[in-house]
T-cell receptor, first 115, second 114 residues
Protein backbone atom coordinates (compact mmCIF):
# COMPACT_ATOMS: atom_id res chain seq x y z
CA UNK A 1 0.00 0.00 0.00
CA UNK A 2 1.52 3.29 -1.11
CA UNK A 3 -1.34 5.58 -0.20
CA UNK A 4 -1.04 9.08 1.11
CA UNK A 5 -4.35 10.80 1.80
CA UNK A 6 -5.05 14.52 1.92
CA UNK A 7 -8.09 16.47 3.04
CA UNK A 8 -9.81 18.53 1.92
CA UNK A 9 -9.56 18.07 -1.81
CA UNK A 10 -10.58 21.66 -2.49
CA UNK A 11 -10.54 24.69 -0.21
CA UNK A 12 -11.70 28.24 -0.78
CA UNK A 13 -10.86 30.74 1.93
CA UNK A 14 -10.83 34.45 2.55
CA UNK A 15 -7.70 36.33 3.53
CA UNK A 16 -8.84 36.58 7.14
CA UNK A 17 -9.75 32.92 7.57
CA UNK A 18 -7.90 30.22 9.46
CA UNK A 19 -7.93 26.75 7.96
CA UNK A 20 -5.89 23.57 8.08
CA UNK A 21 -4.79 21.01 5.52
CA UNK A 22 -4.38 17.43 6.66
CA UNK A 23 -2.17 14.62 5.37
CA UNK A 24 -2.00 11.01 6.53
CA UNK A 25 0.07 7.96 5.65
CA UNK A 26 0.13 4.45 7.09
CA UNK A 27 3.20 3.11 5.34
CA UNK A 28 5.49 3.54 8.35
CA UNK A 29 7.36 6.33 6.59
CA UNK A 30 9.49 8.57 8.78
CA UNK A 31 9.77 11.61 6.52
CA UNK A 32 6.84 13.79 5.47
CA UNK A 33 6.86 16.77 3.14
CA UNK A 34 4.73 19.76 2.16
CA UNK A 35 5.04 21.19 -1.33
CA UNK A 36 3.37 24.12 -3.04
CA UNK A 37 2.78 23.84 -6.78
CA UNK A 38 1.63 26.44 -9.25
CA UNK A 39 0.14 25.42 -12.61
CA UNK A 40 2.66 23.98 -15.10
CA UNK A 41 5.53 24.36 -12.60
CA UNK A 42 7.43 21.81 -10.55
CA UNK A 43 6.55 21.39 -6.87
CA UNK A 44 8.34 23.79 -4.52
CA UNK A 45 9.44 22.34 -1.21
CA UNK A 46 8.01 24.09 1.84
CA UNK A 47 8.71 21.88 4.86
CA UNK A 48 10.20 18.49 5.70
CA UNK A 49 9.60 16.53 8.88
CA UNK A 50 12.01 13.74 9.72
CA UNK A 51 11.11 11.45 12.63
CA UNK A 52 8.45 13.99 13.65
CA UNK A 53 10.94 16.85 13.86
CA UNK A 54 11.03 19.78 11.47
CA UNK A 55 14.24 19.33 9.47
CA UNK A 56 13.75 21.72 6.54
CA UNK A 57 11.87 25.02 6.39
CA UNK A 58 12.41 26.65 3.03
CA UNK A 59 11.95 30.24 4.23
CA UNK A 60 8.19 29.90 4.10
CA UNK A 61 6.14 32.89 5.37
CA UNK A 62 4.84 32.51 8.90
CA UNK A 63 1.24 32.50 7.67
CA UNK A 64 1.96 28.82 6.90
CA UNK A 65 2.50 26.78 10.05
CA UNK A 66 3.28 23.05 9.85
CA UNK A 67 2.58 20.51 12.54
CA UNK A 68 3.44 16.82 12.85
CA UNK A 69 1.32 15.37 15.71
CA UNK A 70 2.67 11.85 15.12
CA UNK A 71 4.58 9.84 12.55
CA UNK A 72 1.48 9.26 10.42
CA UNK A 73 -0.02 12.73 10.39
CA UNK A 74 1.04 16.07 8.97
CA UNK A 75 -0.96 19.28 9.14
CA UNK A 76 -0.50 22.65 7.50
CA UNK A 77 -2.21 25.50 9.33
CA UNK A 78 -3.12 28.50 7.21
CA UNK A 79 -3.78 32.01 8.49
CA UNK A 80 -4.08 35.41 6.79
CA UNK A 81 -3.16 34.04 3.38
CA UNK A 82 -2.75 36.15 0.26
CA UNK A 83 -4.30 35.53 -3.18
CA UNK A 84 -0.85 34.56 -4.49
CA UNK A 85 -0.91 31.61 -2.08
CA UNK A 86 -3.57 30.00 -4.26
CA UNK A 87 -2.00 26.77 -5.53
CA UNK A 88 -2.03 23.00 -5.31
CA UNK A 89 -0.60 21.84 -1.98
CA UNK A 90 0.94 18.41 -2.11
CA UNK A 91 1.89 16.20 0.78
CA UNK A 92 4.42 13.40 0.36
CA UNK A 93 6.12 10.79 2.50
CA UNK A 94 9.19 8.59 2.24
CA UNK A 95 10.98 5.98 4.33
CA UNK A 96 13.89 8.32 5.07
CA UNK A 97 16.55 5.97 3.74
CA UNK A 98 20.05 7.19 2.98
CA UNK A 99 21.99 6.68 -0.21
CA UNK A 100 19.50 8.14 -2.65
CA UNK A 101 17.24 5.08 -2.54
CA UNK A 102 14.38 6.85 -0.79
CA UNK A 103 11.19 6.98 -2.88
CA UNK A 104 8.72 9.75 -2.28
CA UNK A 105 4.98 9.03 -2.52
CA UNK A 106 2.51 11.85 -2.97
CA UNK A 107 -1.06 12.44 -1.91
CA UNK A 108 -3.73 13.72 -4.33
CA UNK A 109 -3.23 17.32 -3.22
CA UNK A 110 -5.46 20.13 -1.96
CA UNK A 111 -6.41 22.84 -4.43
CA UNK A 112 -6.43 26.05 -2.44
CA UNK A 113 -8.06 29.27 -3.62
CA UNK A 114 -7.59 32.43 -1.57
CA UNK A 115 -10.09 35.19 -2.29
CA UNK B 1 24.51 22.16 -6.02
CA UNK B 2 21.96 19.74 -7.42
CA UNK B 3 20.19 20.56 -10.67
CA UNK B 4 17.75 18.72 -12.92
CA UNK B 5 17.16 19.84 -16.50
CA UNK B 6 14.25 18.88 -18.72
CA UNK B 7 14.66 20.64 -22.05
CA UNK B 8 11.35 19.64 -23.65
CA UNK B 9 8.52 21.82 -22.33
CA UNK B 10 5.99 20.03 -24.56
CA UNK B 11 5.95 16.81 -26.57
CA UNK B 12 3.43 15.16 -28.87
CA UNK B 13 3.29 11.46 -29.71
CA UNK B 14 0.96 9.36 -31.80
CA UNK B 15 -1.02 6.72 -29.94
CA UNK B 16 0.79 3.33 -29.86
CA UNK B 17 4.14 4.95 -30.70
CA UNK B 18 7.11 5.14 -28.28
CA UNK B 19 8.33 8.44 -26.86
CA UNK B 20 11.46 9.53 -25.00
CA UNK B 21 11.41 12.31 -22.43
CA UNK B 22 14.81 13.81 -21.69
CA UNK B 23 16.35 14.48 -18.29
CA UNK B 24 19.87 15.51 -17.39
CA UNK B 25 21.14 16.13 -13.91
CA UNK B 26 24.09 17.66 -12.16
CA UNK B 27 25.41 16.43 -8.84
CA UNK B 28 28.76 15.87 -7.20
CA UNK B 29 27.38 12.98 -5.12
CA UNK B 30 28.56 9.48 -6.04
CA UNK B 31 25.38 7.87 -4.78
CA UNK B 32 21.94 9.20 -5.70
CA UNK B 33 18.52 8.15 -6.88
CA UNK B 34 16.67 9.23 -10.01
CA UNK B 35 12.91 9.21 -10.28
CA UNK B 36 10.17 9.94 -12.78
CA UNK B 37 6.72 11.10 -11.79
CA UNK B 38 3.56 11.54 -13.85
CA UNK B 39 1.08 14.29 -13.01
CA UNK B 40 -2.28 14.15 -14.82
CA UNK B 41 -4.56 17.16 -14.85
CA UNK B 42 -6.17 15.85 -11.64
CA UNK B 43 -3.00 16.92 -9.82
CA UNK B 44 -1.73 13.79 -8.14
CA UNK B 45 1.98 13.06 -8.58
CA UNK B 46 2.27 9.39 -9.48
CA UNK B 47 5.59 7.61 -8.97
CA UNK B 48 6.58 5.76 -12.14
CA UNK B 49 10.12 4.46 -11.95
CA UNK B 50 13.35 4.59 -9.92
CA UNK B 51 17.00 4.20 -10.93
CA UNK B 52 19.85 4.00 -8.43
CA UNK B 53 23.17 5.49 -9.43
CA UNK B 54 24.95 2.17 -8.80
CA UNK B 55 22.39 0.06 -10.63
CA UNK B 56 24.03 -1.52 -13.66
CA UNK B 57 20.79 -2.40 -15.38
CA UNK B 58 18.35 0.18 -16.70
CA UNK B 59 15.14 0.20 -14.67
CA UNK B 60 11.91 -1.01 -16.27
CA UNK B 61 8.31 -0.93 -15.01
CA UNK B 62 5.78 -2.22 -17.51
CA UNK B 63 5.69 0.23 -20.44
CA UNK B 64 8.16 2.56 -18.72
CA UNK B 65 11.91 2.21 -18.96
CA UNK B 66 14.69 4.48 -17.89
CA UNK B 67 17.64 4.99 -20.24
CA UNK B 68 20.38 5.70 -17.69
CA UNK B 69 23.71 7.00 -18.96
CA UNK B 70 25.75 7.80 -15.90
CA UNK B 71 28.77 9.29 -17.66
CA UNK B 72 26.51 11.70 -19.54
CA UNK B 73 24.41 12.31 -16.41
CA UNK B 74 21.21 11.58 -18.24
CA UNK B 75 18.14 9.61 -17.18
CA UNK B 76 15.65 9.63 -20.03
CA UNK B 77 12.21 8.10 -19.65
CA UNK B 78 10.98 5.89 -22.48
CA UNK B 79 7.27 5.18 -22.73
CA UNK B 80 6.44 2.40 -25.15
CA UNK B 81 3.09 1.92 -26.92
CA UNK B 82 1.70 5.30 -25.83
CA UNK B 83 -1.90 5.45 -24.67
CA UNK B 84 -4.29 8.40 -24.47
CA UNK B 85 -4.11 8.15 -20.68
CA UNK B 86 -0.39 8.91 -20.83
CA UNK B 87 -1.19 12.56 -21.59
CA UNK B 88 0.15 14.40 -18.53
CA UNK B 89 3.05 16.39 -17.11
CA UNK B 90 6.16 14.31 -16.43
CA UNK B 91 8.74 15.33 -13.85
CA UNK B 92 12.24 13.98 -13.44
CA UNK B 93 13.60 14.14 -9.89
CA UNK B 94 16.77 13.31 -8.00
CA UNK B 95 17.47 12.45 -4.39
CA UNK B 96 21.14 12.89 -3.47
CA UNK B 97 23.00 10.69 -0.99
CA UNK B 98 22.64 12.98 1.99
CA UNK B 99 19.76 15.04 3.22
CA UNK B 100 16.10 14.32 2.63
CA UNK B 101 15.42 16.77 -0.17
CA UNK B 102 14.28 15.82 -3.63
CA UNK B 103 15.12 18.03 -6.61
CA UNK B 104 12.67 18.34 -9.50
CA UNK B 105 13.07 19.32 -13.14
CA UNK B 106 10.75 21.82 -14.79
CA UNK B 107 8.63 19.09 -16.34
CA UNK B 108 7.56 17.98 -19.82
CA UNK B 109 3.95 18.14 -20.95
CA UNK B 110 3.17 15.06 -23.03
CA UNK B 111 0.14 14.91 -25.30
CA UNK B 112 -0.85 11.63 -26.94
CA UNK B 113 -2.68 12.11 -30.23
CA UNK B 114 -5.30 9.54 -31.31
Amino acid sequence: DTEVTQTPKHLVMGMTNKKSLKCEQHMGHRAMYWYKQKAKKPPELMFVYSYEKLSINESVPSRFSPECPNSSLLNLHLHALQPEDSALYLCASSQERWGGTDTQYFGPGTRLTVL
Amino acid sequence: AQKITQTQPGMFVQEKEAVTLDCTYDTSDQSYGLFWYKQPSSGEMIFLIYQGSYDEQNATEGRYSLNFQKARKSANLVISASQLGDSAMYFCAMRPYTGNQFYFGTGTSLTVIP
